[in-house]
């Protein structure tokens, strides 16, 4: 299932600007100005990106992807997925599970059942994906870190830009009659950088934090199933341990479809 909540909710905030221009009498035309959108989001995209390694940004898109219309995370597939291996497990050895890794499409959790299977120590298994867990929120802190920097540098940007008009229309003085509309030109890059930065790039990395906690903590209640079935664990114990990651009232949702031992 995708978690397009996102963005539905930039479309729904960037839909009440436009709604609250037309009730107070202004046209949400006034914001189609090809230089200040160039300035603001092209300078904000090349300002923020300067800060970064070139090889860094061949990630962008698949994180864009991930904030906006993503799989969503389920924490109660994960618990159903691991009592259902530790049901295999426990009826058939933990060699059994070598057949089940083609199935699974969770690299992390097939990473750690390959492992086991392969008779690998716990102490191993819990280094090996420790670091996995590791590396991934250094990505995903880039991430994150890179849309927050745009939100920053955009403000900044729709300033300058404002900046730009005013000295244009200090330099048109002689023309009394065009001020009015200059000016409201020249203050058109500061809303869109402050519309940006609100509604667009801060939204998209608070997302990605959040997408990243709840990433890391599926690894974390993987990794606690994958030691339990290694030491011989019934599918049930396994379920119960996963859900002490859970808050009290999100474990009665979880329902264990592998076979208790």
């Known amino acids: 299932m995708k978690d397009n909540w ?10 009440c600007v436009l709604v609250a221009m037309v009730l107070d009498g ?7 100005k090809p230089a200040p959108l160039l300035l603001v989001f092209g300078g904000t995209y090349f300002a923020a990106t300067a800060g970064y390694m070139k090889s860094d940004l061949k990630g962008v898109k698949p994180i864009l992807k991930r904030a906006t219309g993503g799989d969503a995370y389920d924490m109660e597939v994960a618990i159903q997925e691991m009592a259902r291996l530790a049901g295999i497990a426990k009826n058939s050895g933990i060699i059994a599970l070598d057949k089940e890794t083609h199935s699974i499409e969770d690299p992390f959790l097939r990473r750690g059942i390959e492992l086991a299977v392969d008779g690998t120590n716990s102490e191993e298994i819990l280094d090996v994906l420790e670091n996995d867990i590791a590396s991934t929120e250094a990505r995903h802190r880039m991430g994150a870190k890179l849309f927050a920097d745009m939100g920053g540098f955009a403000p900044t940007l729709g300033i300058i830009g404002t900046v730009m008009g005013l000295v244009h229309v200090l330099g048109n003085l002689s023309d009394p009659q065009s001020l009015g509309p200059a000016i409201g030109s020249a203050f058109t890059a500061t809303l869109w950088g402050v519309l940006s930065a609100n509604l667009i790039w801060l939204p998209i990395s608070n997302k990605l934090k959040r997408a990243s906690d709840i990433e890391v903590q599926i690894k974390h209640m993987e990794i606690e199933g994958l030691l339990a079935i290694q030491n011989g664990a019934s599918s049930r114990f396994v379920r119960t341990r996963m859900e002490s990651f859970l808050a009290p009232q999100s474990r009665a949702g979880a329902v264990d479809k592998g076979a208790a031992a």
């Open 26 to 32: 202004s046209s949400p035309t006034v914001l189609i």
């Open 6 to 15: 996102t963005t539905m909710a930039i479309g729904g905030a960037l839909a």
